[in-house]
């Protein structure tokens, strides 16, 4: 018997002792009284203690419909956003830019998961000569996270596209925090204009790249980093290279995350 219609037989009991007034006007709500109401409260309360499993149930019932919601709404955002999650100019690209699966990752320069992850990613790549990545700064740690990806939004306006993921690999690989100053030392080893680089952080192309992914990142509803987009799934957190690999080859196979 479920939660919801033991609350319903329970408080049917309960209602029996309004007796013959009830059933006189049994087409107009008959409000319980305080007396009444304690009673009714009592009795589920006494059953739910001696079944605590019905209770448990309920909790259950309610996260998965929850997360039932949450899926569905996360399938039309992808669907309404997928131009700017695989073509935007933003976003830097690794692999075959012309692949036939892309792989979008939501990272933060500051978080190890990111770091571990993409480890995973460039195995992907090197094993996979037709999945296209692309990487999207979503700091959320921080001030200097977001100062880290400001410079290197601003990095992408003058590194070539091969270049720019191998800056992007150097600063994810440095020790400790990552902030705007870290970013610039990082930028000036590959030769970086350094004046233009600050002017350019500061500029309208980095604030629309920084908007976009965030607005992205709230409309999937993504909680963390990474974050992985394959074709109509999300893949929280590092999830390790073959739960990457076994999504690609399924879009591969039959056009969806999951065959």
């Given at each position: 018997?479920?939660?919801f219609?033991?609350?319903?037989?329970?408080?049917?009991?309960?209602?029996?002792?309004?007796?013959?007034?009830?059933?006189a006007?049994?087409?107009?709500a008959?409000?319980?009284?305080?007396?009444?109401?304690k009673?009714?409260?009592?009795?589920?309360?006494?059953?739910?203690?001696?079944?605590?499993?019905?209770?448990?149930?309920?909790?259950?019932?309610?996260?998965?419909?929850?997360?039932?919601?949450?899926?569905?709404?996360?399938?039309?955002?992808?669907?309404?956003?997928?131009?700017a999650?695989?073509?935007?100019?933003?976003?830097?690209?690794?692999?075959?830019?012309?692949g036939d699966?892309?792989?979008?990752?939501?990272?933060?320069?500051?978080?190890?998961?990111?770091?571990?992850?993409?480890?995973?990613?460039?195995?992907?790549?090197?094993?996979?000569?037709?999945?296209?990545?692309?990487?999207?700064?979503?700091?959320?740690?921080?001030?200097?996270?977001?100062?880290?990806?400001?410079?290197?939004?601003?990095a992408?306006?003058?590194?070539?596209?091969?270049?720019?993921?191998?800056?992007?690999?150097?600063?994810?690989?440095?020790?400790?925090?990552?902030?705007g100053?870290r970013?610039?030392?990082?930028?000036?080893?590959?030769g970086?204009?350094?004046?233009?680089?600050?002017?350019?952080?500061?500029?309208?192309?980095?604030?629309?790249?920084?908007?976009?992914?965030?607005?992205?990142?709230?409309?999937?509803?993504?909680?963390?980093?990474?974050?992985?987009?394959?074709?109509?799934e999300?893949?929280?957190?590092?999830?390790?290279?073959?739960?990457?690999?076994?999504?690609?080859?399924?879009?591969?196979?039959?056009?969806h995350?999951?065959c």
């Open positions: 018997m479920t939660l219609r033991s609350v319903s037989v329970l408080a049917l009991a309960g209602g029996l002792s309004l007796g013959a007034a009830a059933g006007r049994a087409e107009e008959v409000p319980f009284t305080d007396a009444q109401r009673a009714i409260e009592g009795i589920v309360k006494d059953y739910l203690v001696k079944n605590p499993d019905v209770l448990q149930e309920a909790i259950a019932e309610g996260e998965r419909r929850a997360q039932e919601t949450q899926k569905l709404a996360q399938a039309a955002a992808l669907k309404e956003s997928r131009e999650l695989t073509n935007s100019p933003h976003g830097i690209v690794a692999g075959n830019p012309n699966v892309t792989v979008v990752e939501f990272f933060d320069y500051n978080c190890g998961y990111c770091r571990k992850a993409f480890t995973d990613v460039q195995t992907l790549i090197k094993s996979d000569p037709k999945l296209r990545v692309v990487l999207k700064d979503f700091p959320v740690l921080g001030a200097e996270s977001l100062e880290a990806s400001r410079i290197a939004l601003a992408k306006l003058q590194l070539k596209p091969e270049k720019m993921f191998d800056y992007h690999a150097k600063l994810l690989e440095t020790k400790g925090r990552i902030n100053e970013a610039i030392a990082v930028a000036r080893e590959f970086a204009d350094i004046e233009r680089l600050k002017r350019d952080a500061q500029g309208p192309e980095v604030k629309a790249a920084l908007t976009e992914n965030v607005g992205l990142g709230d409309k999937l509803s993504l909680s963390g980093t990474p974050a992985f987009v394959i074709g109509d999300i893949l929280p957190g590092a999830v390790g290279v073959e739960p990457m690999r076994k999504t690609i080859n399924d879009i591969r196979q039959c056009g995350a999951s």
